[in-house]
Nanobody, 120 residues
Framework: QVQLVESGGGLVQPGGSLTLSCAAS????????MGWYRQAPGKQRELVAV???????TYVDSVKGRFTISKDNAKNTVYLQMNSLKPEDTAVYYC??????????????WGQGTQVTVSS
């Protein structure tokens, strides 16, 4: 059973910073990608950033230059450093990973979500 445990959300003023983390656990054999999506009220879930096993990164245009995704392979953990936060970054942020366990083909997993609110 794979679990994704997220932490680091909260309330921050515009211009502030937050760091999200997501740790994957279970009988993990190989992680292909880890990333973050977000969903604001009334909007569709969108990709924020993703990092591959080889370290390649992709960002949605609206966060380029402000957010940085990174990972710790030893801890099966992905981080999202968010700087210069804007009110439009307010959303529930979801961790996502594509990985393979001992008894499975690669599958997609989601975290429970963590709220990020940017407001003065």
């Amino acid at each position: 059973q794979v679990q994704l445990v997220e932490s680091g959300g909260g309330l921050v003023q515009p211009g502030g910073s937050l760091t999200l983390s997501c740790a994957a656990s279970g009988n993990i054999v190989e992680i292909f990608t880890m990333g973050w999506y977000r969903q604001a009220p009334g909007k569709q879930r969108e990709l924020v950033a993703v990092i591959t096993s080889g370290g390649s990164t992709t960002y949605v245009d609206s966060v380029k230059g402000r957010f940085t995704i990174s990972k710790d392979n030893a801890k099966n953990t992905v981080y999202l450093q968010m700087n210069s936060l804007k009110p439009e970054d307010t959303a529930v942020y979801y961790c996502n990973t594509v990985l393979r366990t001992v008894l499975s083909v690669p599958e997609n997993y989601w975290g429970q979500g963590t709220q990020v609110t940017v407001s003065s």
